[in-house]
């Protein structure tokens, strides 16, 4: 077991990926990253409403945001630090891990983590992959991440699923030992369901599964007393965002359930106590137990 709370006070982690609705990696191969500026950004808009309805519940969060955004909001990423939330690193410019070399990757956390700390003016110790995309295979990242200052990671799914399921990784907060180090992983909430992993961390999920199923997951991870992690995308919460000319299946995957996922943000924090992963960094670092890099 990791990082424990008394059942009754446990918070568990808000985090939100900071992108626009055409920079999700089911868009990349349709909307060329040369072509971004010429859409118009919604994420300014979303953002501010989601950080209405944390305050308004009396939550903060941990938001891992885009270089990309941040060159051209830094104002709200200030406004995300004043309000109280954790500023993280979701890279620059939103490409897979997978797809990178060691040295593009060292790129794309260095520049966006300068970026970040030069608009929030606090310090970036987080680091979030696009798509989960620190697959097995390609822990050399964890070695690049404690070489450019960072402290935790949160880019696996332990989950069984082409594209960034990692299965074989554990479910709670754990830390890697690497050559550079140790680095903490905090891996997105699972639910047991006889014996499966299945995946109930927000997101999609929280959009196209029953909500019981998200809930069930928080609620065991509660009465364990250990923090699960909550994760979605400002865009998830704009029904009326421009539709892109995709396959049917991948409008269905994005567009699904928009109009269902405010409100059951709303529920989610209305239902258990959230906070950021800054806020018990000092905690997961002195009981998460430590595993081998492969």
């Known amino acids: 077991m ?97 797809l990178l070399s060691p040295a593009e990757f060292r790129e794309e956390i260095r520049s966006s983590k300068a970026t970040l700390e030069d608009a929030s003016g606090t310090v970036v110790s987080g680091y979030r992959a696009p798509n989960f995309s620190i697959l097995p295979g390609y822990e050399w990242a964890f070695d690049v991440l404690l070489e450019e200052g960072y402290e935790y990671d949160s880019s696996r799914f332990p989950i069984q699923r082409p594209g960034y399921g990692s299965p074989n990784t554990p479910r709670y907060a754990h830390g890697i030992t690497c050559s550079s180090g140790t680095l903490l992983e905090l891996p997105m909430t699972t639910l047991d369901v ?24 928080f609620r065991a991870r509660q009465n364990a007393g250990i923090p699960g992690v909550f994760y979605m995308h400002p865009w998830e919460i704009d029904p009326e965002q421009p539709r892109v000319a995709a396959p049917f299946v991948t409008r269905l995957r994005h567009y699904g359930g928009l109009k269902k996922m405010q409100p059951r943000i709303e529920r989610m924090l209305g239902e258990f106590r959230f906070t950021s992963v800054a806020d018990a960094l000092p905690d997961i670092r002195r009981t998460a137990p430590l595993v081998h890099a492969a």
């Open 2 to 98: 990791s990082l424990s709370f008394h059942a009754a006070q446990t918070p568990h982690f808000f985090t939100v990926d900071v992108e626009d609705y055409f920079q999700v990696g089911a868009f990349e191969r349709l909307i060329p990253r040369s072509t971004w500026d010429s859409y118009a950004c919604r994420v300014e808009r979303n953002v501010d409403r989601l950080l209405e309805l944390l305050g308004s519940a009396g939550a903060t969060g941990t938001f891992f945001t885009l270089g990309w955004i941040a060159d051209r909001y830094p104002q709200m990423v200030k406004r995300i630090a004043r309000g109280g939330h954790e500023i993280a690193s979701h890279g620059a410019t939103h490409r897979r891990v997978n």
């Open 194 to 217: 006889m014996g499966a992993h299945i995946p109930a961390a927000g997101g999609a999920y929280l959009r196209h599964f029953p909500y019981s199923v998200v809930r069930s997951a």
